[in-house]
Every structure is written in structure tokens, then in C-alpha cells.
């Protein structure tokens, strides 16, 4: 079955650029997703397509897909990012979602 | 603005069957252009993609390997919504229970979540 795999934690401190990779096989050839969670909340999407932002998501956030890695990258990150990020791709009719990154902002 | 909006018991016994609903509001379940998901997430198994259905001319399902030979999402055309059951539940399968609207290939929006527990 596929799998995608992200670091569990990632750290940056206020103002910095965090950047959270997520890898698969081809997943280049694939759309990538990436969701945000805080706790107690449902999952919100801030990247789609690769590289899209939905109304309402800040700049800041942003998105590439090439070869084996998908990146979200989070440029100015604010304390208010802090949160749990999951990338996530079709394959085959099947949704797979990556393992999550814990995002601290310090 | 689409929203979901869930239903269900929250405590299920082992082996009995696990019934969630998920209401739709600004969409229609059957859309051409979206797919209408059941998503779990628990500590052990993260977030895991149980299945979905949707209407192109007929209605297709899509279910996950994992719990293909337990699961069944049904729309219902008639309350503008859809219903996931799992059968012979373990308490492997207590997770917090998402329906999420599937449109340009992003889940978005998601309801609000029902955690599900299986003891007895």
C-alpha cells in the first residue's frame, strides 16, 4: 500500500520560514494536500493541488510537489501556526495522509 | 458555504455495528463534481480514509482495504445526506469519526468530528 512519510516534529521560531516535507514514491506525479489541525479542532485545508491556497488562507502559506517530496513551507510563521500539519494524496481510488508534523512555534 | 454536520452515538459495543450520519448543507450528495467521505483519526492509526461515495450518472463507493469487508456508506437523497456503517467493531476502531466533502481534490469542508467508543 502507499505511504507517506513526515517528520513527526518541526520547530521555528516567530517571523522564520518552517518548511515540512512529506515523501512517497512518485508522489511528484500526484496532487498534494496538506492539512491543519489544532487541538480539539477539525482538519483545515491550506494547501491543494500542490501549490493552491483556498480563500481565506494566508499567504504565507505555500506549497511544491516534485520527484518524491511534497513541501508546505510557511514563510513569517506566527505562534498562531502552531498546530499539527498532515499532507495527504490519492492513490488509486484509495486517500492516504501522511503521519503529521507537530509545527512549534518558539 | 457547504457544512456538515454529524450524528451518532458516541459508545458502541464490541461487535455491534457503528452507524454515523453526516448532514449536508449548500451542496447536494449528489453532485456531479463532489464525493462525500467518512475519515477516522485515533493515536495509534493517525488520520485514516474509510471511504466514500459519489454520483456520476450512478453512485460509486470507494472503500479503504483495511475495512472493506466491514464498511458501507449510503447516500440518501431524500434528507440531503449519507451514513457510514462499520460492522463488528473491536475497540481497535474507536477514533474520533469525520465526513468530509471531497471537491477539486481537497477534503473541504469537514464536520465536526465524533469521537466514537467501542466498550462494552
Known amino acids: 500500500s502507499y505511504e507517506l512519510t513526515q517528520p513527526p516534529s518541526v520547530s521555528v521560531s516567530p517571523g522564520q520560514t518552517a518548511s515540512i516535507t512529506c515523501s512517497g514514491d512518485?508522489?511528484?506525479?500526484?496532487?498534494a494536500c496538506w492539512y491543519q489541525q489544532k487541538p480539539g479542532q477539525s482538519p483545515v485545508v491550506v494547501i491543494y493541488?500542490?501549490?493552491k491556497r483556498p480563500s481565506g488562507i494566508p499567504e504565507r502559506f505555500s506549497g511544491s510537489n516534485s520527484g518524491n517530496t511534497a513541501t508546505l513551507t510557511i514563510s513569517g510563521t506566527q505562534a498562531m501556526d502552531e498546530a499539527d500539519y498532515y499532507c495527504?494524496?490519492?492513490?488509486?481510488?484509495?486517500?492516504?495522509f501522511g503521519g503529521g508534523t507537530k509545527l512549534t512555534v518558539l | 458555504q457547504v457544512q456538515l454536520q454529524q450524528s451518532g452515538p458516541g459508545l458502541v459495543k464490541p461487535s455491534q455495528t457503528l452507524s454515523l450520519t453526516c448532514a449536508i448543507s449548500?451542496?447536494?450528495?449528489?453532485?456531479?463534481?463532489?464525493?462525500w467521505n467518512w475519515i477516522r483519526q485515533s493515536p495509534s492509526r493517525g488520520l485514516e480514509w474509510l471511504g466514500r461515495?459519489?454520483?456520476?450518472?450512478?453512485?460509486?463507493?470507494d472503500y479503504a482495504v483495511s475495512v472493506k469487508s466491514r464498511i458501507t456508506i449510503t447516500p440518501d437523497t431524500s434528507k440531503n445526506q449519507f451514513s457510514l456503517q462499520l460492522n463488528s467493531v473491536t475497540p481497535e476502531d474507536t477514533a474520533v469519526y469525520y465526513c468530509?466533502?471531497?471537491?477539486?481534490?481537497?477534503?473541504?469542508?469537514w464536520g465536526q468530528g465524533t469521537l466514537v467508543t467501542v466498550s462494552s
Open positions: 468530509a466533502r471531497d471537491g477539486e481534490v481537497r477534503f473541504d469542508p
Open positions: 449548500g451542496d447536494s450528495v449528489s453532485s456531479n463534481s463532489a464525493a
Open positions: 461515495t459519489y454520483y456520476r450518472s450512478k453512485w460509486y463507493n
Open positions: 512518485k508522489l511528484g506525479n500526484k496532487f
Open positions: 493541488q500542490d501549490s
Open positions: 495527504q494524496a490519492w492513490d488509486s481510488s484509495t486517500a492516504v
